[in-house]
């Protein structure tokens, strides 16, 4: 049997790739992207920690997260392409109307 | 040698390099191909994990619907060679430390807790992760909650529509 613990650090190496890339790239898609490997990494962790406790409720939690996932891509991508059609561009330094 | 073992170390380790080409790739549809793999090697490792369910449903919903959409707006957007890489700004480079600094944090905390798989009795190896007892779950305990997502769903793809859509 693997020890759960390597799963939970595989879920924070990814965790913290995902991060990595929200904090540093530039292109809204990646960044987006990126967020979607923030979530798997928790999904990751919910799973690892419904097989330690042989409880089946992280399973369901995982089921959520996917669904939210599948709104957040929709509303997110929607955002990008307004943004790119009254700014020809999705690079996050160009986008700076809210800022001040 | 533990075949589970092997098997882990190997998604484990492609995992990681999908996820690095994810946010190293020059252009987006390199990252989304990436990202697509990414989804495959986790979706292996969710079934190490038992939660077979879990892993079908990453398949579809993620590497196939999730990542669909992403395609069809990446070439939506037609960005071309644009794709330059952003000035190193005081901002970033905290943020990548940031980032790194969690990951020390995290392994330094994981390292220490000692923890090992439930031993599952064969009436509950039967059904642990199967579509069955998940599908028992969400539709007595979480059945408000299930209703919710799907009220998410549409409200979000109505929302989808209407921001994207050029004229009202």
Redesign the interface.
Known sequence: ??????????A????????????????A??V???V??ML?AV??TF??F?????D??G??S???V??????????G??????V??SRG???V?DIRTMKH | MNIELVLFGVFAVMTLLSAGLVITARSPINSAMALVSTFFFLAGIYVLLWAHTVAVIQVLVYAGAIMVLFLFVIMLLNLGDAAHRGRPTVTRILGGASALGLLAVLVVTLGRIDAQPARLGPQAQATFGTMASIGETIFTTWLLPFEAVSLLLLVAMVGAVVVAKSRI
Do not use: K, Q, W
């Open positions: 049997m693997v020890p759960i613990t390597y799963y939970l650090l595989l924070a190496a990814l965790f913290c790739m995902g991060m990595f890339g929200v904090l540093v790239r530039t292109n898609l990646v987006f992207m990126c979607e490997l798997n999904n990751l799973l690892a419904a097989r330690m406790h042989g089946g409720m399973h369901v995982a089921f959520f996917i669904a939210v996932a599948a709104a957040e891509a929709a509303i991508l929607a955002i990008v392409i307004a790119f059609r561009s999705v690079n330094d």
